[in-house]
Each structure stands twice: as structure tokens, then as C-alpha cells.
């Protein structure tokens, strides 16, 4: 497999998340690179940086908080649109370790801006149907399920080899007590 396959695969399952709420996948990305848990590109070292942690935690919170005030939500989400392509596109392209700068921002940009894009122009629509018919005030219920979305794609996005690789073992373990089991002596 190629070293940058994995990269892209890590970065358009953020994107997804960064579909729903922008800045929680850039968050769990930054905590996941500051911890070693995933390896950044060369030139992304500055996404793992304190001053990056201070500002992503600070926007994600007025992020989340902004998506509670009804009508503010529907005006938010005019501007997530280019900007979950944007988070998309960076969260794919600081994985993907590529040295020529033109396939890298381009795979990124084509994946993961792809797909955050079409995220979120699925949630702006589904809050847009619910700000018509409660007046506003259904989008807080949408707005959680997106914040648990987010939260939930991006960790998983980041704890998928861990959990693949416990699985895998307790899948092993399994299959070999099967296969040792004493089964009883029938009488004959």
C-alpha cells in the first residue's frame, strides 16, 4: 500500500466530520498530532503547535455556541459552506505526505473538500427544513446531533486502528478458543 494512502483516508474521515461542525475535527486532529497519535506532513508541524490547540479550542467553542441561537445557525451556515471545503482540504493535506505541493493540494482539495462540502450542504439543508417548520426552534436538536456527529466521526477517524486492531485480537482469540474447545466424549 502506499505511505500516503492511509493519510488521505485519515483526512476525508475528518473532512466528513468538519461537514458537520468546522472546527471539532480540526481540534481532535491537532490533540491527536500533539500526542503522536497520528503523524502530520512535513510542512503541517505548525498544526500541532500550543498557539494552534488555544485557537482551535477557542473557535470550536464559539463554533458550538453560535449554533444554538436560532436564525444565527441558518447565517452560519451560509458561511460553513466554503469554509468546511477549506477545513477539508487542510485536514486531508496535512496527512498526506506527498512532495509535490500540486498533487498534494489538489488530492486534498478534490477529497476531502469534496466531501466536507457535500456534509454540510446536507445538514444546511436539513437545518434550513427545520427552521422553516419550528420557526428555529427545532435547530438546537439538529445542532447536538451535529456536535456528537463531529465529535463521533472525527474520534473514530483517528481511533480506527486501535479499534480495528482490538477487534482483530479479540476476533483471534475467539477463533482460537473455538478451535481448542474439548468438545464431551459421546457415549457410544
Given at each position: 500500500?502506499?505511505?500516503?494512502?492511509p493519510g488521505l483516508l485519515l483526512g476525508?474521515?475528518?473532512?466528513?466530520?468538519?461537514?458537520?461542525?468546522?472546527?471539532?475535527?480540526?481540534?481532535?486532529?491537532?490533540?491527536?498530532?500533539?500526542?503522536?497519535?497520528?503523524?502530520?506532513?512535513?510542512?503541517?508541524?505548525?498544526?500541532?503547535?500550543?498557539?494552534?490547540?488555544?485557537?482551535?479550542?477557542?473557535?470550536?467553542?464559539?463554533?458550538?455556541?453560535?449554533?444554538?441561537?436560532?436564525?444565527?445557525?441558518?447565517?452560519?451556515?451560509?458561511?460553513?459552506?466554503?469554509?468546511?471545503?477549506?477545513?477539508?482540504?487542510?485536514?486531508?493535506?496535512?496527512?498526506?505526505?506527498?512532495?509535490?505541493?500540486?498533487?498534494?493540494w489538489g488530492l486534498a482539495l478534490v477529497a476531502g473538500g469534496g466531501v466536507a462540502?457535500?456534509?454540510?450542504?446536507?445538514?444546511?439543508?436539513?437545518?434550513?427544513?427545520?427552521?422553516?417548520?419550528?420557526?428555529?426552534?427545532?435547530?438546537?436538536?439538529?445542532?447536538?446531533?451535529?456536535?456528537?456527529?463531529?465529535?463521533?466521526?472525527?474520534?473514530?477517524?483517528?481511533?480506527?486502528?486501535?479499534?480495528?486492531?482490538?477487534?482483530?485480537?479479540?476476533?483471534?482469540?475467539?477463533?482460537?478458543?473455538?478451535?481448542?474447545?474439548?468438545?464431551?466424549?459421546?457415549?457410544?
Amino acid at each position: 500500500m502506499e505511505s500516503w494512502i492511509p493519510g488521505l483516508l485519515l483526512g476525508v474521515a475528518l473532512s466528513a466530520g468538519s461537514g458537520f461542525r468546522i472546527f471539532i475535527p480540526l481540534l481532535i486532529s491537532n490533540l491527536a498530532a500533539k500526542t503522536g497519535w497520528v503523524d502530520l506532513a512535513d510542512n503541517f508541524a505548525w498544526m500541532a503547535s500550543d498557539s494552534a490547540t488555544v485557537l482551535l479550542v477557542a473557535a470550536t467553542i464559539a463554533e458550538i455556541g453560535a449554533y444554538y441561537i436560532p436564525f444565527i445557525d441558518n447565517l452560519l451556515d451560509t458561511l460553513a459552506m466554503p469554509a468546511s471545503v477549506l477545513a477539508g482540504t487542510l485536514l486531508t493535506s496535512q496527512f498526506l505526505a506527498i512532495h509535490d505541493p500540486v498533487i498534494q493540494w489538489g488530492l486534498a482539495l478534490v477529497a476531502g473538500g469534496g466531501v466536507a462540502g457535500t456534509v454540510q450542504a446536507g445538514t444546511s439543508l436539513l437545518r434550513l427544513g427545520s427552521s422553516k417548520f419550528t420557526a428555529g426552534t427545532g435547530n438546537s436538536i439538529f445542532s447536538t446531533f451535529e456536535n456528537v456527529l463531529s465529535s463521533l466521526v472525527s474520534l473514530l477517524a483517528v481511533w480506527l486502528p486501535v479499534i480495528m486492531g482490538i477487534l482483530t485480537l479479540l476476533f483471534a482469540f475467539w477463533i482460537l478458543k473455538k478451535l481448542f474447545r474439548r468438545r464431551p466424549k459421546q457415549p457410544a
